[in-house]
């Protein structure tokens, strides 16, 4: 809440995205011919640090059909090499497009003019990047249009997708929060890293807002929060490595502060001996750098607590 309320302040595009699955969508699990729910969480429950999560049907081939029915499961790319390393996740009936459980949260204050994007709603595809998502139509009030349409589906694959938005709109700074850190919030990190390495657009830099994010596989640790071995761990390590910047401010301010450290509108803005320098190739702002002395002059020594260079 607090991070739309600021952007919507500030003069940014709120931007938020949700899972509009039809009913019986290839992401969500079932049972097998056996009828046999007993398991209650993944194929393999018994192994050694194997996650305990109601419901989860973890697919793969090798997986008795008779267990887990993978017939209906999705084809896109991820979800096919997924499926072939064993670590395909299937999930309980939710986001249900035109039902409850495809709303927003009541408690989470979305911002008049937020743009959302709809994500998986293709009954045979899974979407695993908000950048896929379409845009959904706002209702007279402003609000989110949630009426389903007969041809829903192709409705929304006519209608703009957040990564054509991000470049028409000249975005250059995307901040990400949500759920999961784990799969959507990574992967859309790591293909706004792209985009923005493509050069077509204005975005330059990617900022995961850890505070406001969370795993759906995570355990705490010394890692930006996470144990580095959990699949959030891991993919928290995947952004950074990417060049994703993650801030770990507990408030808007602290992480901006986090964020914004050594950078510059104008000299006002540096220390003592400090100017604002003009940015530098594969910048995004400029940084506060030592004055420098005009030829001729002598260094005045610095004065304690200062970052020196004073002429």
Not at 222 to 249: H, N, P, Q, T, W
Request: hydrophobic share 40%.
């Amino acid at each position: 809440d607090a991070w739309m309320a600021a952007a919507a302040a500030g003069g940014a595009t709120p931007l938020a995205s949700l899972d509009w699955h039809s009913p019986g969508h290839c992401s969500f699990c079932r049972y097998g011919a056996s009828g046999d729910d007993s398991l209650g969480c993944t194929w393999g429950c018994d192994a050694p640090g194997a996650p305990q999560v109601e419901g989860v049907c973890l697919s793969a081939l090798g997986v008795p059909d008779v267990v887990f029915d993978s017939s209906g499961r999705c084809v896109d790319g991820i979800s096919q090499l997924d499926y072939e390393l064993a670590r395909y996740f299937q999930w309980p009936d939710h986001c249900v497009r035109g039902s409850f459980g495809a709303r927003f949260d009541a408690r989470l204050r979305v911002p008049a003019g937020t743009e959302v994007f709809k994500l998986g709603f293709e009954n045979s595809e899974d979407m695993y990047s908000a950048l896929a998502g379409r845009q959904g139509e706002a209702a007279e009030d402003g609000t989110l249009d949630d009426a389903v349409r007969a041809d829903e589906a192709a409705f929304l694959a006519e209608r703009p997708s957040l990564r054509q938005r991000l470049g028409e709109r000249g975005v250059r700074r995307l901040f990400l929060a949500g759920l999961a850190t784990d799969y959507v919030v990574k992967n859309t990190a790591l293909e706004a890293l792209q985009l923005a390495a493509e050069g077509n657009t204005a975005l330059r830099e990617v900022v995961m807002v850890n505070a406001g994010s969370m795993g759906v596989f995570d355990a705490p640790g010394d890692f930006y929060g996470s144990d580095a071995a959990s699949l959030s761990g891991l993919a928290k390590k995947a952004m950074a490595e990417a060049g994703a910047r993650i801030v770990m401010g507990a408030t808007v301010p602290a992480a901006l502060a986090e964020l914004c450290e050594g950078t510059c509108n104008d000299d006002t803005d540096c220390g003592a001996g400090q100017v604002c320098a003009d940015i530098e190739e594969g910048e995004m702002w400029p940084k506060c750098a030592p004055a420098s002395c005009p030829v001729g002059s002598v260094p005045a020594v610095a004065e304690q607590g200062t970052s020196g260079g004073l002429c």
